[in-house]
C-alpha cells in the first residue's frame, strides 16, 4: 500500500525560532493535507494542497505541494507555545476514497 | 455548522458489554469516517461510509459494527471488545462522492476504556 514518510518524528525549538517539516511518497497524490492534533482531541485541518507546484499559506503557516506530487512540506514562522502538538501529513490520490497518513511530527516550544 | 460532533466523549465499559459511539454533521458532506488512534501514533482508518453505503471496511474485526442510519448520522456498535481496543476514536467527513479534491474534517474523538 501507499506509505508516507514524514520527518523529523519530533523537534524541540525555542519561542520564536521557524519550523520545517516534510513528507514524502513513493507514490503520486493528488491532494496533500496538513493537520494538528493537540493531546485529546481530534485532527484539525491546517491546509489542503490541491495542485503540484502549489505554495499555500494560513497565518504563520505555509505549505507547499511538491511538483512532482510525491512530497509537501509545512513551514511554521515565529513559533509560540501554543504551536506545540502533533501535526500530520496525509495524501489522498484520485478516487482512493481515503487519506494515507504520515506519523507525525511532535513539536515541542520553549518559552 | 462545520463541525463533526462525537459524543460520547469518554467511555469506559467492559468487556462484555454492548456501547455504541455517535457521530454527527450537518456540512451536507456525504462520505463519513471511523479512524482509531492509539497514543502517539496517526489516525488508522477503520470504515469508510459514501453515500450511506459501506465503501471501505479495512478487515476491521466483527467486534466493531459501523452503520450509517441518514447522511448526517454514524454510528460505531461495540461489543465484546477486548482491552487492547482502548484507544480514542475520531469520526470524519468529507466532501465525497466524484468530487476529487476533498477534506476531512475530524470530530473530538471519544477516548474508549475497555476494562
Known amino acids: 500500500g501507499q506509505q508516507l514518510n514524514q520527518s523529523p518524528q519530533s523537534m524541540f525549538i525555542q519561542e520564536g525560532e521557524d519550523v520545517s517539516m516534510n513528507c514524502t511518497s513513493s507514490?503520486?497524490?493528488?491532494?496533500w493535507l496538513w493537520y494538528k492534533q493537540d493531546p485529546g482531541e481530534g485532527p484539525v485541518l491546517l491546509i489542503a494542497l490541491y495542485k503540484a507546484g502549489e505554495l499555500t499559506s494560513n497565518g504563520r503557516l505555509t505549505a507547499q505541494f511538491g511538483i512532482t506530487r510525491k512530497d509537501s512540506f509545512l513551514n511554521i514562522s515565529a513559533s509560540i507555545p501554543s504551536d506545540v502538538g502533533i501535526y500530520f501529513c496525509a495524501g489522498r490520490s484520485t478516487n482512493a476514497g481515503k487519506s494515507t497518513f504520515g506519523d507525525g511530527t511532535t513539536l515541542t516550544v520553549k518559552p | 455548522d462545520t463541525e463533526v460532533t462525537q459524543t460520547p466523549k469518554h467511555l469506559v465499559m467492559g468487556m462484555t458489554n454492548k456501547k455504541s459511539l455517535k457521530c454527527e454533521q450537518h456540512m451536507g458532506h456525504r462520505a463519513m469516517y471511523w479512524y482509531k488512534q492509539k497514543a502517539k501514533k496517526p489516525p488508522e482508518l477503520m470504515f469508510v461510509?459514501?453515500?450511506?453505503?459501506?465503501?471501505i471496511n479495512e478487515s476491521v474485526p466483527s467486534r466493531f459494527s459501523p452503520e450509517c442510519p441518514n447522511s448526517s448520522l454514524l454510528n460505531l456498535h461495540l461489543h465484546a471488545l477486548q482491552p487492547e481496543d482502548s484507544a480514542l476514536y475520531l469520526c470524519?467527513?468529507?466532501?465525497?462522492?466524484?468530487?476529487?479534491?476533498?477534506?476531512?474534517?475530524f470530530g473530538q474523538g471519544t477516548r474508549l476504556t475497555v476494562v
Open positions: 461510509y459514501s453515500y450511506e453505503k459501506l465503501s
Open positions: 470524519a467527513s468529507s466532501q465525497g462522492g466524484t468530487v476529487m479534491n476533498t477534506e476531512a474534517f
Open positions: 507514490s503520486i497524490f493528488n491532494t
